[in-house]
């Protein structure tokens, strides 16, 4: 099992720039692959990006492609979000999760439903 704690959010500027940080507690960081999925107000939760459990796979979702680039660091219990370029439509609550999974296909790692442990979010805001 794992816990995560999601940091960095606030409020920015388009243009600007922010890093989410993800810490996650408990055994075996290494064997789960990490997401980061978002919400804004009246959508559904999307996909953002993931990383594979040994980061050698990363995807990133369709609408930040280009801007945003996720990574970890195994031996710190840590995912981020790096969040270039921001728009004002990328203001949502951002969600880091984790699936216990060695599987490396966008296909299986962008789906929400496979992640099982879920931080409680950190808000976004792009002004324009």
């Known amino acids: 099992q794992v816990q995560l704690v999601e940091s960095g959010g606030g409020l920015v500027q388009a243009g600007g720039s922010l890093r989410l940080s993800c810490a996650a507690s408990?055994?075996?960081?290494?064997?789960?692959?990490m997401g980061w999925f978002r919400q804004a107000p009246g959508k559904e939760r999307e996909f953002v990006a993931t990383?594979?459990?040994?980061?050698?796979?990363?995807y990133v979702g369709d609408s930040v492609k280009g801007r945003f680039t996720i990574s970890r660091d195994n031996t710190k219990y840590m995912a981020y979000l790096q969040m270039n370029s921001l728009k004002p439509e990328d203001t949502a609550l951002y969600y880091c999760a984790a699936r216990r999974t060695y599987a490396e296909t966008m296909e299986i790692l962008r789906g929400k439903e496979g992640y099982a442990y879920w931080g409680q979010g950190t808000q976004v805001t792009v002004s324009s």
């Open positions: 408990g055994r075996s960081f290494s064997t789960y692959a």
């Open positions: 990383i594979s459990w040994n980061g050698a796979k990363t």
